[in-house]
């Protein structure tokens, strides 16, 4: 059998966003399990309306999602010649036609269509005409007459017929000379030799008139898998009204990649009833005989549970890397607090996002703790003054903040104070904290250190008579 190679070709006309991320998905792990090739390629004809900002923003969301290309990016702008090259072929060989019809006539005839009840579409005029006026044309390629309808079997959708009355002769050239997306997609899936072409449905009304286009040009036609689309809650298409569709604001939102790519295979492809995949989980198990054929609902509570599932099992170095800007972006110098990698430990069982990693990580940067007031009323008072100080002596004798010195100490605190651990921990925990809610409180003190903990456990005694 010969190589599979699959393509992602997005339009820099924006962000990444998550249905393209998805089919990009698809690709890069089918070519990786059948040791094919993935290759990007950049569908910019569109000059307008492409920008070199939508194409930076793509790769960088590829590049943080892990799909890595084989080949490429391969800018459609770098092929007009071959394109033009292409549409000559088909006017050379009575394939395709000029067609002179000016705008207005042709909304005319498509209004006299719409009264009339018929179809609106391209009614041939040009078609047989063999002068060559000197007035802008476009080139339409002639709907061959040779049979009645086009099928072809989806990989994923079976098989699928489109009756040729259903189409017209397609404009392949525009009046200012630049090809159109249905014709360079031909010209280039068949030159850079792509055998299966997954993409969204979005695109299946295109792919008859793509096949008459292979055939047209003496290419052979590759495999087609039409991806069903992303739907919100509400079964809309999947918009900004949902929330961030952008890949990239998933990153920014503190996501981890892993995360949304384990949520964006889930979206239209099972295995059993497992949820839980890595990258090398999908390489191996990844078939397209496995994505459904229906649309995926995009559920944010699901791709949360599983950023927080990613957390709580990575490596704390990684994370430790990853939580740095974000407590960067909270103008928190990270050099003067703890050690990044024991922080983010101490915070990997409670944290569903970055983000809420760095918050919850705040409290060890400062100097001087801010107290919450509901927090600070009820467990800062100067009735606790005894305690404090009990808690201030025997933690400054205590000589190394190991888990097992910990206890031993909370166990000599508990029995002079006579108080219960949670009576102890929990006005300590606001002490060092600011809060009611954090780490476990020996997690804390070891994360904090000594010397900071015991400022602040005396810094929280001055506070008492407030
Ligand atoms: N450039 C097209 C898009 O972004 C995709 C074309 C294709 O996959 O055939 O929708």
Redesign the pocket.
């Known amino acids: 059998m010969s190589e599979l190679r699959v393509r992602f070709?997005?339009?820099p006309t924006g962000y990444l966003h998550i249905g393209?991320a998805r089919?990009a998905l698809f690709n890069y792990l089918l070519a990786k399990k059948e040791t094919g090739k993935f290759i990007l390629r950049i569908?910019d004809t569109d000059v307008a309306r492409s920008t070199q900002e939508s194409v930076d923003a793509i790769l960088d969301a590829m590049t943080w999602l892990g799909f890595s290309c084989d080949e490429g990016p391969v800018y459609q702008s770098e092929r007009f010649d071959l394109y033009r090259q292409k549409v000559q072929q088909l006017l050379d060989e009575g394939k395709a036609y000029r067609c002179y019809c000016t705008a207005e006539e042709l909304d005319a005839k498509r209004e006299k269509a719409k009264e009339e009840g018929r179809k609106p579409k391209y009614d041939g005029t040009c078609r047989n005409r063999n002068d060559q006026p000197d007035a802008p044309f476009v080139v339409r390629f002639k709907l061959p007459a040779d049979r009645e309808e086009t099928t072809f079997v989806d990989r994923i959708k079976g098989s699928i017929s489109f009756r040729h009355e259903e189409l017209d002769d397609l404009i392949i050239q525009r009046t200012d000379g630049t090809p159109t997306?249905n014709f360079v997609?031909v010209v280039d899936d068949a030159e850079m030799g792509i055998s299966l072409?997954i993409?969204?449905d979005?695109?299946i009304n295109?792919t008859p008139r793509q096949i008459l286009l292979y055939e047209a040009l003496g290419y052979s036609v590759p495999e087609f898998a039409h991806v069903p689309m992303i739907l919100g809650s509400d079964k809309k298409r999947l918009s900004k009204r949902h929330g961030a569709t952008s890949v990239m604001a998933y990153q920014e939102m503190g996501y981890l990649p892993e995360a949304l790519v384990n949520y964006l295979v889930r979206l239209g492809w099972s295995s059993g009833d497992e949820e839980i995949f890595s990258m090398a989980d999908l390489i191996e198990k990844f078939s397209l005989e496995n994505v459904g054929r229906s649309a995926g609902v995009f559920n944010p509570e699901k791709l949360l549970w599983l950023n927080s599932h990613y957390i709580k099992t990575g490596d704390p170095q990684r994370l430790a890397d990853l939580l740095k800007p974000f407590l960067q972006q909270k103008g928190i110098v990270v050099e003067n607090g703890p050690d990044l990698v024991a922080v983010v430990k101490s915070l990997q069982e409670r944290s569903a996002t970055m983000i809420e990693m760095a918050n919850g990580a705040a409290f060890y940067f400062v100097d001087q703790v801010e107290y919450d007031e509901k927090a600070k009323n009820k467990f800062l008072q100067s009735e606790q003054k005894d305690m404090f100080e009990v808690i201030l002596k025997k933690l400054g004798t205590c000589a190394l903040f190991t888990e097992e010195q910990l206890e031993s100490s909370f166990a000599e605190i508990m029995q002079v104070t006579e108080l219960k651990f949670g009576k102890v921990a929990q006005p300590l925990r606001v002490a060092l904290t600011g809060g009611t809610a954090s780490p476990s409180i020996y997690d804390v003190l070891q994360v904090l250190g000594k010397k900071v903990s015991l400022k602040r456990i005396e810094q929280a005694i001055e506070s008492l008579d407030d």
Do not use: C
């Open positions: 070709a997005p339009s393209g089919t569908e997306y997609v072409v993409r969204g979005d695109h295109n």
